[in-house]
């Protein structure tokens, strides 16, 4: 009898990899943005320290807010999906058996054996059996608002502490420049980290992730300048 080896999938990791990587992102992107803007309207360094300090604060409980609310929804719409799968099972258990096997017939088994495959299944879990196949609906893949809230706060403020630290450390002269090249790094970093424990290219989620931080930072720092010269 062959040995049964683990395989390692990632799509537990979507829902925590996706709600870190956007906070994370947005921390340091924002951030950045932020301070560059600031620093290009020639505030003082205390200035810039306390918008950028601002910025994250508000970011991060921005970022918490709407986190919590989309995958809410997303929450309450599966649960309305299950509670109306489990009243049409108490219903008419033999219709869900056929519609459970129409399902494995359309996905390729021989109607016999399909049908063999829905009845054992809801046997043993009708409802985690029509949730899976007929909803879409999984464990590793369920929407939980919390977990995605505080994971995209605490990324997002990690992301923003980042460009804060180093603006911090460097004289306001040189404040632009330097944030501005560390952040850069910081992005590709991220981006390739994501990518890789995602399964995907390292050297595209890098590029990817760098290209719109730079655009954002620029436009932002190009902002900062036209209306600090102005105002």
Do not use: C
Request: charged share 15%.
């Amino acid at each position: 009898m062959p040995t049964r080896h683990p395989e390692w999938h990632r799509t537990d990791r979507i829902g925590w990899l996706r709600a870190a990587v956007l906070g994370a992102n947005d921390g340091i992107v924002s951030t950045a943005s932020l301070v560059l803007g600031v620093a290009a309207a020639e505030a003082t360094h205390a200035g810039v320290m306390v918008a950028g300090i601002a910025g994250l604060v508000a970011g991060a409980m921005s970022m918490a807010a709407g986190e919590y609310v989309s995958v809410r929804s997303q929450a309450d719409s599966e649960r309305a999906a299950l509670d109306l799968e489990r009243a049409e099972l108490a219903a008419d258990d033999p219709g869900e058996v056929r519609e459970l096997t129409a399902i494995y017939v359309s996905r390729g088994l021989d109607p016999t054996l399909a049908g063999q495959v829905a009845r054992q299944l809801m046997a043993h879990d009708a409802l985690g059996a029509h949730a899976r196949d007929e909803l879409g609906i999984s464990e590793a893949q369920s929407a939980r608002p919390i977990q995605a809230a505080f994971t995209s706060a605490l990324a997002f403020g990690i992301g923003a502490a980042l460009p804060l630290v180093v603006a911090a450390l460097v004289p306001l002269g040189s404040l632009v420049s330097v944030v501005s090249a560390t952040s850069l790094v910081f992005l590709a970093l991220l981006g390739g980290l994501a990518a890789r424990v995602g399964g995907a290219s390292v050297t595209k989620g890098a590029l990817r992730v760098t290209f719109w931080g730079a655009l954002a930072m620029g436009l932002t720092a190009g902002v900062g300048k036209v209306f600090g010269t102005v105002v």
